[in-house]
Nanobody, 115 residues
Framework: QVQLVEAGGGLVQPGGSLRLSCAASGIFFSSYIMGWYRQAPGKQRELVATITSGGRTNYADSGRFTISRDNAKNTVYLQMNSLKPEDTAVYYC???????????WGQGTQVTVSS
């Protein structure tokens, strides 16, 4: 059974930081491209960042967010700095097996940026 369990969301003031984590189980972690997506109210789900097993990263918008992974712990992280109210969304962890259409989603974690 595949599980992607996100943690680390919450309420933060503008300019603050949060670190999200996603622990994966039931998959051979190193065979998957891991990613973070987000969905704000009334908007479509959008890419935040992805990272390959080898550490190659791709960002929708560079600068404030950093994705990383620990293959030994089957965990992917998203460090978010200088948060803005427009970053408020549910953040989802995603796993896609390289070379296939096989993919999985976590249940999401709410991030709210507000004073």
């Amino acid at each position: 059974q595949v599980q992607l369990v996100e943690a680390g969301g919450g309420l933060v003031q503008p300019g603050g930081s949060l670190r999200l984590s996603c622990a994966a189980s039931g998959i051979f972690f190193s065979s998957y491209i891991m990613g973070w997506y987000r969905q704000a109210p009334g908007k479509q789900r959008e890419l935040v960042a992805t990272i390959t097993s080898g550490g190659r990263t791709n960002y929708a918008d560079s600068g404030r967010f950093t994705i990383s992974r620990d293959n030994a712990k089957n965990t992917v992280y998203l460090q978010m700095n200088s948060l803005k109210p427009e970053d408020t969304a549910v953040y989802y962890c995603h796993a896609r097996r390289v070379g296939t259409l096989s993919n999985y989603w976590g249940q999401g974690t709410q991030v709210t940026v507000s004073s």
